[in-house]
Each structure stands twice: as C-alpha cells, then as structure tokens.
C-alpha cells in the first residue's frame, strides 16, 4: 500500500510519500536509543511541562489538523474537532496524574520484615523505546492515548502509523518538537507495513502496542513474542447493544444511531449488534430505523454532515460483501443498503440496518466496519447475553436497563473489556481500555495503560 494522501470523498491522491528506507530506519532507530538514555531520567516535572506544552500547541492547531484528518480518512470535521479536543484533555490529564500513578509502592512493614528487610518497595521504570502501530480511524487519538502515557512513564516513542494518514503522523512528530521535548523522543517512520518486523526485532526496541485488525494483532504479536517483548493490542470488536424492558426506548434509539455511526461507523468500539427483547422490539426498531434514515450523508467538510465516506474503496467493498451475504441469505434491509444516490465519487455508504441475522451470515460472525447495524429479537435476558457473547471478540458493550438485578447479572456474565449502561462506549484517560479474546490483550489509559510499558522494579534492602 503506497503511503500517500488520498481524499476518501473524491477519491483524489492529493499527496505522496517516499517510505524511510533502511539507512533512514537506522538513524531513527538509534536516536530513539540515544534519547532515552537521557529521557528516562528526566523528573516528573519536566514531562509534565512538555506534555502541557504540547497539548497547548494542540490546541491552538486544532482547526488545521482537523481538517488534515478529515481530508485523510473522511471523517466528518465536528467529530476531528472534537477528537484533536479530546487529545489535549488527555495530555493534561497525564500530566497531571503519572507522577501519582508512578508512585513507588511500600507493603506494609509487617510483610517487609517478614521478607527479611528493613525496607522493601516497588518502583516503575521504563522499558524503553515503544514501537506504535496505528490505525487511520482516529488518527489522532490513537496515538495520542499511547504516547501521553509513554512519555510521562519516561519511554520514547516511535510511530509506525497507517499508510493512508501521513500527513497526520507527520505532524505528532512536528507536535512534540515544537512543545520542546528532546531530539528523538518521539518519531515518525514512514514506513510499509513489511518494516514492522525488522524494528521490532531491533534490540533496541523494548516493546510494542498495536490497535488494528485481528491479522496485523496476530502478526506483530508473533514476531514480539519469539523476541520476548512486551506487548499490548487493541484489535477489533463486535459490540453489543442490549437492550431491555425498563429502559428508556427513545433515549436508546437515539444513542444507538449515534453509538453505530460515530465516525462514519468505522470504530471498533462502536456498537453493530443491537439485541433487543421483545416486549420493546417494535418501538426500538422503529426509532432506530427512523433515526438512521435520517442522518445527513455528505460532505465531511460540511460541519452539518453526520456521515462522512468510508475511508478506502476496499473498507467499502468489503462492507457490501458483507451486506450482499446477508441479503443473500435472507437479512431483510430495513434501511439503506447501498451506495447513497447521488454521489458518483468518493466512498459513501448509506446508513443501514439489517434483520433476521442468522448464524450462517458472514455478518452474525465478521466485523462490519462502516454504518451497517445488524438488529436481534431475544425472548429474555439470559437469550440477550447469549447472543451478546456469541461473537469471537469481547471489546465492549452497551446495556440498557433501569433494572439493579439485571445490571449486577450483566456486569458478571458479559465477556467484554467494559459494560456501559443508559449510554454508548467511549474512551476516558482515568478508565482502562482495551478487551478480551479476539479484542486483544492489555490495556490502554489510566493507571493500568501507563504500568504496561514500565518495569515493576521490586527494590529489597537488608
């Protein structure tokens, strides 16, 4: 895949990069060694006023690397706005935290002593440079919610970003320099994905994190794990979105056009299976329905537009196989469909909602990456989690209940990373992210995203 800009609205290469070849490689690679050397001394104080000088950069560029990204990967420009927001809040939140989330930990004196020491405690030290491989769904984010967290822990980063969002991944770099942080100590490879393996095989390279499909998880996770190095993944999903009796069905269906379409439906945390009981199927259905054909399809320039083009012309090919399958094994189409009429260019897909899933339907099993909702009706709550857990992944998942017996019932059988109730799936610095199973391993965020890339250092003293 050629790393290049290509308007996903028109279909027009607007800009082309030349791939680091391996001289290049090596320059980076060693500067990334070199800096951390000097990086992971550095006090908490320090990291934090980069870090804050880095999100107030971010701020001030929000408009113009919103429109970078919109032009990129065709999300609609209110949501990049709203996502380079987003990423300076966590900056500052970092910032404000990982000294405390850092803190060395001292066992009560009793087990200390009985360890044979006057004094015992654990300490978290960096591991080193990071290699990131990222996704172009959020471009921004993505990144920005490993890297904060790294470079407070006192790492380096090295980003490995998709192939479709250069100019983005060109910036972070740019970003980091301008705030101040020292030459090396964070990095953008324009680089294919056939260079991933020979960078993380690199000794230099302490670690890795991936957020991607399922084949790129598996591999990078290979190729970590005959080197025995630290990884966290973030893979895709196949949420969930139950909902039941006593929930409030108008605020359901109204979060849940926006839970399946946010970012024109390309998120792995958004929701794509909606698992309704049957005593509120109907008026459920019909809102939902009512609320998908009502989005604005368009534009992503236009702030009025609520869904954008997908971000390639495969994500949207296989997005019709996907939906063809299921037609053709008996789905009925409830809206959408197709390709919006009207828009001969670019990568558009309506916003569409299929019923009468089946197991043999490719997507009862498979990921949908684009505005496509696949609708269920289950004869109670023990049916409902059945089929929420009927799925290889186990990223997230939505509930809709005013019930506290079925809340407690939810939160203990749903395999998923998180359970959100009365509202849709999001990302938040101070709560852990990521999944199980197929959704991957580790966790991104928090006090726990900021330990996966530190030593836990047990220091013993007689």
């Known amino acids: 895949m050629p790393i290049a800009t290509v308007n996903p609205a028109t279909g027009e290469t607007l800009r082309t990069f030349d791939p680091l070849d391996a ?32 999100a107030d950069l971010l701020e001030a560029d929000r408009k113009d690397i919103a429109r970078t990204m919109t032009t990129e990967m065709g999300k609609p420009i209110a949501a990049a ?19 405390e989330l850092l803190a060395d930990e001292h066992p009560d004196r009793s087990d200390v002593t009985d360890a044979g020491a006057s004094r015992a405690y654990v300490r978290y030290r960096p591991l080193g440079p990071v290699l990131a491989v990222m996704p172009w769904n959020f471009p921004l984010w993505q990144v920005v919610r490993f890297a904060a967290p790294a470079l407070m822990a006192g790492n380096v980063g090295l980003l ?15 970003l980091f320099t301008r705030a101040g942080y020292p030459q090396g100590c964070f ?36 190729i970590a794990g005959d080197e025995v190095k630290k990884t966290v993944l973030e893979l895709g999903g196949s949420d969930p979105y139950l909902v039941l009796p006593s929930a409030d069905i108008e605020a359901a269906a109204k979060t849940a056009v926006t839970a399946r379409t946010q970012n024109n439906g390309q998120s792995c945390i958004a929701a794509k299976r909606f698992i309704v009981h049957t005593d509120v199927y109907e008026a459920f259905r019909d809102a939902f329905v009512a609320g998908m054909t009502a989005l604005t399809v ?61 197991p043999g339907m490719r997507i009862h099993r498979e990921e949908a990456f684009g505005p ?37 019932t939810c939160v203990r059988d749903i395999r998923a990373g998180g359970v959100f109730f009365n509202g849709m799936t999001a990302s938040h610095p101070a709560l852990p992210f990521g999944g199980v199973r197929r959704s991957g391993y580790g966790r991104e965020l928090s006090g726990h995203g900021i330990r996966e890339f530190c030593n836990p250092t047990t220091v013993w003293q007689a």
């Not at 789905?331 to 990568?347: I, M, S, T």
């Open 23 to 54: 001289a290049g490689i090596e320059r980076r690679l060693a500067l990334a060694d070199a800096a951390f050397r000097g990086w992971r001394t550095t006090a908490f104080a320090e990291r934090a006023r980069l870090l804050n000088a880095a």
């Open 81 to 99: 706005n709203a996502e380079a927001a987003k990423c300076a809040k966590a900056m500052r939140w970092y910032a404000a935290h990982a000294e």
């Open 160 to 174: 490995k970003h998709a192939s479709n969002v250069p100019q983005t991944a060109l910036y972070l770099e740019e």
């Open 187 to 222: 990095q953008t490879l324009l680089v294919g994905s056939g260079a991933v393996e020979g960078i993380l095989r690199d000794d230099r390279v302490a670690a890795a994190t991936l957020t991607g499909s399922e084949p790129a998880g598996r591999s990078v996770a290979s």
């Open 298 to 358: 368009g534009d992503p320039m236009e702030e009025s537009t609520q869904v954008g083009p997908l971000s390639s012309e495969q994500g949207r090919t296989d997005l019709e196989e996907l939906v063809d399958d299921a037609v053709e094994h008996g789905a009925a189409v409830l809206c959408g469909g197709g390709r919006p009429a009207g828009r001969p260019q670019g990568w558009f897909y309506e916003p569409t909602v299929l019923a009468g899933i089946t």
């Open 372 to 408: 496509v909702a696949t609708l269920y009706r289950v004869a109670n709550l023990d049916e409902g989690i059945e089929l929420a857990n009927d799925t290889p992944f186990g990223l997230s998942s939505n509930v809709w209940t005013r019930d506290d017996a079925e809340i407690e």
